[in-house]
């Protein structure tokens, strides 16, 4: 099966990456990361379907996606070369969401949160675009967390 993302998110993926290849991986994705500590609720996600940066062989881009199992909610941030955006949604009440990858706190803008069946739905876009950003979701630009 063709490897179409490499994921992030449990500190033994430091050095070995997940892999996504299908729909029903996104959803294994969702579930571990629901079922998992609240210290790895956060993921890093490259397609490898992408170019790497000629200069250094990195990825050309980068998608977040994190849930809160305790409010069914999630965030998405994507950026690339056209700048940083994050998801647009209703406030959660939260100023600043804080979501954690590898035991780190990443802060999310206001209103970033989203009900987590449609970060899932555009995981599944992310996938089957070859890595481009979701449409699905509305967008914000973030200048720094």
Known sequence: MK????????????????FLSTSEDVDA???SLLTGPASENLAQIHSTERDLLPAFGDPDHELMAGVDKDLQ??????????GNVATRGPSTGRAKPVY????????????SEIPIAVVCQALKEFLSS????????????????
């Open 29 to 31: 994705l969702i579930s």
């Open 130 to 145: 070859g890595g481009q950003r979701p449409t699905c979701v509305e967008w914000q630009e973030v200048d720094t967390w």
């Open 100 to 111: 954690y990858i590898q035991g780190q706190m990443t802060e999310f803008p206001a209103y």
């Open 73 to 82: 909610v999630g965030v998405l941030s994507f950026m690339d070369g056209s």
């Open 3 to 18: 490897v179409r993302a490499e994921v992030r998110y449990r500190l033994e993926h430091g050095g070995k990456p997940d």
